[in-house]
């Protein structure tokens, strides 16, 4: 409130000084770089284990590329293939970045030969190589040349994605603008809340540069902050604007309008925000270096549209006036005039205030039934089969791994590191430890053999594995390695042996993330769910609502899972969405959908309310302040919601299927939550325990004129 009354009292000093710091915040971002994370930060359990002993003993494989040539139809043609190869392997011994061209492989059947191409230390361009291979394709067309490896494939999928989120932050402007457009019917009124969240997004990744070096970021927080951040940002925009409004139409000057809108939608915007925060600090939870990163920028960019809302925002409004209803588009204007009366909302609640029971019941019905198929999902780490298939990278490497499971499928790596006296005794181990898993069924030797360190300490050797990536056989695989293969092949080494041993490997470490996920999601959803209670219990006084409050996020988490579950990996509307299902939900994402989704919920809960509260405060019974505040919201939650969903599901229009997750997931949870859960099963809950919601604070009635317990029409008259 203080801050909101020196801002209006001031306002060419707070727009200004809310300028200077936004343009100081940029300028950080230029002076200083942004630190990256590293594959090291990555590292868990026992796979990470494995990758520090192979990148310190210089074990490390350079970089490589591959050319598969198979036939173009039929059968591959020997003669062919030979002379392919002999130009493939000349063109790239002259191409930049290349270090070795290997022996040429060809698979058990003859159907395919592999060129391996070994780069330069530090190589992320393989232009000069695509063309040179290119070229050579070009005079071989009796077969099919193709290049994938490690560089050129990220390089396509960093491409994808910067072309991905490119799209979606030039169409979610324009639509939120459209969306502010119809909540407002005034082109200044609509901008105020894209510039407020603008603004806060363009701060938050300056000053997300030098909190880099404390907690480096990760490629993807960026994105993450334009999505929390406009989404944060119109909604408090929003809660401020709206009730400075109404404030206005009820006759009250500007400066008055504005102090009342901090006292009340101000006081709602700072518990909101405390809850986004709290909500978005159960990533720390997991200590990974991604949710690491995700959390501060997500935790900063909430505070920096907090700080904008109860600072400039006031300013803006005190400066601007009535013009801030300028310039009108009068169908929108009359538009939002008329539904601003409450027509919509008070057609809905009518029958859930008169009906509560039947509404609850309903309305849980829908969610339970929702929330029932997230019994059965399954997480796993990313893998090709998630990519796009219009990557031609993507295409290629699944057809390597096809021909040659032993070096480009599903493998692990096994590790061990002791005396370099040793090394025979534990080069002999490894070798009949390789030919023990052979011969259960589950591995595929590869064709480099045990390699050893130039220091004679560290060994290892590579498995493949006959299986896809997501196969429920590749864990029970790596289990018998680690538990059983591995443990028999050192102890043999006898008691004086003082080894090391490690199973690592792509493998190895989507299972290691899986499990260490699986141990701790638990404690985040207490965490979170802890956190937002004590929030509530705090603001309302109320241990009920605190309570009916952490019930409905869980609602909301399970309705957003099964829809996840059954979209993604029963395959529910891959047709319209334009993916193929893989079978599982990226692991990933619930935990992100759960944090996103339970702090933005809380936005409107909060604000929705602190206006019933308000009411019970002047003196209405519980059941006339539910329906009262809710219909007095409802235009502001269904803005606000409608933003959400919108941006979300841009994000469910790219190609990207981690993206796809995310847009879908978080659109049809806000969706659902601003729906049934916050207009329906909300206020029927409230209205069925009426005064006993707020035990135990008791409202006091104001003595004096006795409020008429009236309900208003609903037929979206002016009532």
Do not use: C
């Not at 284990?49 to 050319?67: F, K």
């Not at 130009?87 to 592999?114: F, K, M, T």
């Not at 011969?439 to 050797?461: I, L, P, Y």
């Amino acid at each position: 409130m203080r801050a909101a009354r020196w801002s209006a009292e001031h306002p060419w000093r707070a727009i200004l000084a809310w300028i200077a710091f936004v343009a100081f915040a940029v300028g950080l971002a230029v002076a200083m770089p942004t630190k990256a994370t590293t594959d090291a930060d990555f590292r868990v359990g026992e796979s990470g284990r494995a990758d520090a002993m192979i990148t310190e003993s210089g074990l490390v494989q350079p970089d490589s590329e591959n050319v598969l040539i198979t036939a173009r139809g039929g059968d591959l043609d020997e003669e062919a293939a030979q002379s392919a190869v002999a130009d493939v392997a000349a063109a790239a011994r002259d191409a930049e970045h290349v270090a070795e061209v290997a022996e040429p492989q060809w698979n058990a059947d003859r159907s395919a030969v592999l060129v391996p191409i070994e780069l330069t230390p530090d190589t992320d361009d393989v232009t000069d190589l695509q063309d040179a291979v290119s070229a050579v394709g070009e005079r071989h067309g009796e077969v099919d040349i193709r290049q994938a490896g490690d560089v050129s494939l990220d390089v396509a999928i960093d491409d994808r994605v910067g072309d991905d989120l490119a799209a979606a932050e030039t169409t979610s402007l324009p639509v939120t603008l459209i969306l502010m457009l119809l909540a407002f019917g005034a082109l200044i009124a609509a901008g105020i809340p894209v510039l407020l969240a603008a603004s806060s997004v363009a701060a938050t990744i300056g000053l997300m540069a030098p909190l880099s070096h404390l907690v480096p970021s990760d490629d993807t927080v960026a994105s993450m902050i334009v999505l929390i951040g406009m989404a944060v940002g119109v909604d408090y925009s929003l809660f401020y604007l709206k009730r400075e409004r109404e404030e206005r139409a009820k006759g009250r000057g500007t400066l008055d309008a504005v102090e009342i809108a901090a006292q009340t939608s101000g006081h709602s915007i700072l518990v909101s925000g405390g809850a986004v925060i709290a909500a978005m600090a159960g990533l720390f939870v997991i200590d990974d270096a991604t949710f690491n990163s995700l959390a501060v920028g997500s935790i900063l960019v909430v505070a920096v549209a907090v700080l904008g809302s109860i600072t400039v925002l006031p300013a803006l409004l005190v400066k601007l006036g009535r013009w801030s209803d300028r310039p009108r588009v009068p169908l929108l204007w009359r538009l939002n005039r008329r539904i601003g009366r409450g027509g919509i909302s008070r057609r809905l609640l009518g029958p859930v205030v008169r009906h509560p029971v039947v509404a609850l019941v309903l309305a849980s019905t829908v969610i339970l039934g929702l929330a029932v198929p997230a019994l059965g999902m399954k997480t796993h780490s990313g893998t090709l089969d998630t990519l796009p298939s219009s990557i031609p990278q993507v295409q290629t490497v699944k057809d390597i791994s096809t021909s040659f499971p032993a070096d480009e499928g599903a493998s692990a790596t096994v590790v061990v590191r002791g005396d370099a006296r040793e090394q025979a005794d534990v080069r002999s181990a490894l070798e009949r430890m390789s030919d023990d898993a052979v011969d259960t069924g589950h591995f595929v030797a590869s064709s480099n053999g045990v390699q050893t360190s130039e220091d004679g300490t560290t060994s290892m050797v590579v498995l493949g594995m006959p299986y896809d990536e997501t196969d429920e056989r590749v864990d029970a695989a790596l289990h018998e390695l680690r538990d059983d293969l591995v443990p028999a092949a050192v102890g043999e080494l006898g008691p004086g042996h003082d080894v090391e041993h490690a199973v690592g490997g792509g493998a190895a470490e989507s299972l290691d993330f899986a499990e260490k996920q699986g141990n701790r999601l638990g404690l985040v959803i207490g965490f979170v769910l802890l956190l937002t209670m004590l929030i509530m219990v705090t603001t309302f006084r109320s241990v009920v609502l605190a309570g009916i409050s952490t019930v409905l996020n869980l609602a909301s988490v399970g309705a957003a899972f099964g829809v996840l579950t059954l979209v993604f990996q029963h395959g529910w509307f891959s047709g319209s969405l334009d993916f193929s299902s893989p079978g599982f939900v990226i692991d990933w994402i619930p935990l992100f959908v759960l944090v996103v989704l339970v702090g933005l919920s809380m936005d409107y809960h909060v604000f929705v309310l602190s206006r019933v509260r308000e009411h019970v405060e002047l003196g209405m019974p519980t059941r006339l302040a539910v329906q009262r505040g809710i219909v007095d919201t409802a235009g502001v939650v269904t803005s606000a919601a409608a933003v959400m969903v919108s941006v979300f599901a841009i994000f469910a229009t790219l190609s990207m299927l981690e993206m796809k997750m995310m847009g879908v997931g978080l659109s049809a949870a806000i969706l659902l939550d601003a729906t049934l859960i916050r207009l329906v099963i909300l206020p029927a809950t409230l209205v069925l325990l009426g005064d006993r919601v707020w035990w135990p604070w008791r409202p006091v009635r104001p003595r004096g004129e006795p409020v008429v317990e009236r309900e208003p029409a609903y037929a979206g008259s002016a009532g």
